[in-house]
């Protein structure tokens, strides 16, 4: 085990020991610029700070499904805009929550490559726009590859409305996060991978890395965000991660870079 310099998080051996920086390929490929050209970003007003906590945790609310392992799929984008949509259906009072199917973007989603990356942005398109919704996970299992689509004809969808990109500005996303849980692309090396437990501020990388937003805190001093990644249990903290929050810049490893998340009913 490996402590850092001022103990704020530990790295170590794990499933990623033995895969250099060279080897990992990006999950997360970039959004067509017709795409950017014609979003707008919004901002939530400095005023509505007064009604965030000081700490969040959407598990707690039961809100967030259990982690996924991604496995050798570059297929990031496609999990975490499923795990976004499935919180926003539970928390806008639409049911149980349900696990629904990432395979559906990787398999289907042509605007997206599969286990090569692709745009959350485009799968939230795909499930408001032409599929109408989502399936579930029970109905379109995971598969870690990509194959043909073959969704069933009679599949269950949940539905949403679309998306939204935010302004980079740390109190905007982090009143967004009290209303949902907020998409975000970080850019990951070696270190990140070896993440055992703590706050992390150690180095960044150049691979891009989707995961998702899920809370935010503070433990002795020291600002976080809680991110919920998708390498599967036995990763960092039990598949999450606390990663620095620091005021006024666009977030460690470029957390803050492009936040988004699905609209669903306004929420």
Same mark, same amino acid.
């Given at each position: 085990?490996?402590?850092?310099?001022?103990?704020?998080?530990?790295?170590?051996?794990?499933?990623?020991?033995?895969?250099?920086? =060279?080897?990992?390929?990006?999950?997360?490929?970039?959004?067509?610029?017709?795409?950017?050209? &014609?979003?707008?970003?919004?901002?939530?007003?400095?005023?509505?700070?007064?009604?965030?906590?000081?700490?969040?945790?959407?598990?707690?609310?039961?809100?967030?499904?259990?982690?996924?392992?991604?496995?050798?799929?570059? &297929?990031?984008? *496609?999990?975490?805009?499923?795990?976004?949509? =499935?919180?926003?259906?539970?928390?806008?009072?639409?049911?149980?929550?349900?696990?629904?199917?990432?395979?559906?973007?990787?398999?289907?989603?042509?605007?997206?490559?599969?286990?090569?990356?692709?745009?959350?942005? &485009?799968?939230?398109?795909?499930?408001?726009?032409?599929?109408?919704?989502?399936?579930?996970?029970?109905?379109?299992?995971?598969?870690?590859?990509?194959?043909?689509?073959?969704?069933?004809?009679?599949?269950?969808?949940?539905?949403?409305?679309?998306?939204?990109?935010?302004?980079?500005?740390?109190?905007?996303?982090?009143?967004?996060?009290?209303?949902?849980?907020?998409?975000?692309?970080?850019?990951?090396?070696?270190?990140?991978?070896?993440?055992?437990?703590?706050?992390?501020?150690?180095?960044?990388?150049?691979?891009?890395?989707?995961?998702?937003?899920?809370?935010?805190? =503070?433990?002795?001093?020291?600002?976080?965000?809680?991110?919920?990644?998708?390498?599967?249990?036995?990763?960092?903290?039990?598949?999450?991660?606390?990663?620095?929050?620091?005021?006024?810049?666009?977030?460690?490893?470029?957390?803050?870079?492009?936040?988004?998340?699905?609209? *669903?009913?306004?929420?």
């Amino acid at each position: 085990m490996t402590y850092t310099g001022n103990n704020s998080y530990r790295l170590g051996i794990n499933k990623f020991a033995d895969l250099n920086e =060279e080897d990992m390929t990006s999950c997360e490929v970039n959004v067509p610029s017709e795409v950017l050209a &014609s979003e707008s970003r919004i901002s939530f007003n400095q005023s509505d700070e007064v009604y965030i906590p000081d700490y969040l945790d959407w598990r707690e609310a039961n809100a967030i499904t259990p982690v996924r392992d991604q496995g050798t799929c570059g &297929s990031c984008w *496609a999990i975490a805009a499923t795990a976004a949509i =499935e919180s926003v259906n539970f928390i806008r009072g639409f049911g149980e929550l349900k696990q629904l199917s990432p395979q559906t973007f990787v398999d289907c989603d042509t605007h997206s490559n599969g286990c090569n990356g692709g745009s959350v942005s &485009s799968a939230f398109v795909y499930a408001s726009r032409w599929n109408k919704g989502l399936t579930t996970e029970a109905e379109y299992p995971y598969q870690g590859k990509q194959q043909p689509c073959n969704l069933p004809i009679n599949k269950t969808t949940v539905d949403i409305d679309g998306y939204a990109v935010l302004s980079t500005y740390e109190s905007s996303v982090r009143v967004a996060v009290t209303r949902r849980p907020v998409v975000a692309t970080i850019y990951i090396g070696n270190d990140f991978k070896a993440y055992i437990n703590g706050i992390y501020q150690g180095p960044c990388g150049d691979i891009g890395h989707t995961v998702l937003i899920v809370g935010f805190g =503070e433990s002795d001093g020291v600002l976080y965000w809680l991110i919920k990644n998708s390498w599967g249990e036995n990763w960092g903290e039990a598949g999450y991660m606390r990663l620095i929050r620091e005021l006024g810049t666009i977030g460690h490893c470029g957390l803050l870079t492009r936040p988004i998340f699905p609209i *669903a009913d306004m929420i």
